[in-house]
């Protein structure tokens, strides 16, 4: 289960990345998310897992996918200005796999002996409601505030000023 | 899956997003377009958002979910000032390619 779901989210991040056109690219990243989705169900958050779908493949993307077609930009532009960029660019990206995947393999050991909680892990709507007005209310409260100033500042931007 | 075996499972899932994260990281370098950009960084969110659900499985607690949810609000948040700036850009250069749009004013 986890090889399938795992090469389904690394094959299509990789089209995501390397893909012509935008509007192929943003519905390769709607397959990564959903993958990743199923990752959260399996992992015992089936709250978080809906919210991932109907919020990050469903609202986020479609504003994605609304922004490509409003700007006729599905044709990514080809030129470089500078040609050696992208093969630095992917050997830095290399780098840093390299080390956080040794860093990995160093830690793992200590990780094995520290024995988890045999309880299961109820990540239902209800168990996170409840942490989330109460220990996490001040966060929650801050976060809307956040989207309220994000929306202000999206209809400001992009509103005509003649 | 059950708790005993998670353990040994963890590592799969950190390095799963590792790897995912040096991707978005690839695609935030090498491509051009502003709004490939932009869904390399979400890509990149989501890497990290795996890491800590994973850890919340591991350590049996909670406060790991509640973390995603709280990237995904700023996630979203990000995203319409994000394609606000971009949609702005476009109307006064007509062009999301990042190498044109360099300068700080002109």
Known sequence: ?162 | MNADVFPQVLPLYLGLSAALFSLGVIGVLVRRNAIIIFMSVELMLNSANLAFVAFARYWQQLDGQIIVFFVMVVAAAEVAVGLAVIVAIFKTKKSINVDDISLMKG
Not at chain 1, 133 to 159: I, K, N, Q
């Open chain 1, 1 to 162: 289960m986890f090889g399938v779901v795992g090469a389904v989210a690394l094959a299509t991040a990789i089209a995501m990345v390397t893909s012509r056109s935008a509007i192929y690219s943003a519905l390769f990243l709607v397959l990564n998310l959903c993958s990743i989705a199923v990752f959260f169900l399996i992992l015992g958050g089936p709250f978080i897992a809906v919210v991932q779908v109907s919020v990050y493949a469903g609202a986020i993307m479609v504003l994605f996918l609304f922004v490509i077609m409003l700007l006729g930009a599905e044709h990514t532009p080809g030129e470089q200005h500078l040609p050696w960029q992208p093969a630095v660019a992917v050997l830095l990206a290399l780098v840093l796999l390299g080390m956080t995947g040794y860093t990995l393999w160093r830690t793992v050991p200590g990780w094995s002996t520290v024995a988890a909680a045999p309880a299961e892990l109820p990540g239902s709507p209800e168990a996170i409601g409840k942490l989330l007005f109460s220990s996490y209310l001040f966060p929650f409260e801050v976060t809307s505030v956040l989207l309220l100033v994000a929306l202000v500042g999206a209809v400001v931007m992009t509103r005509d000023t003649k």
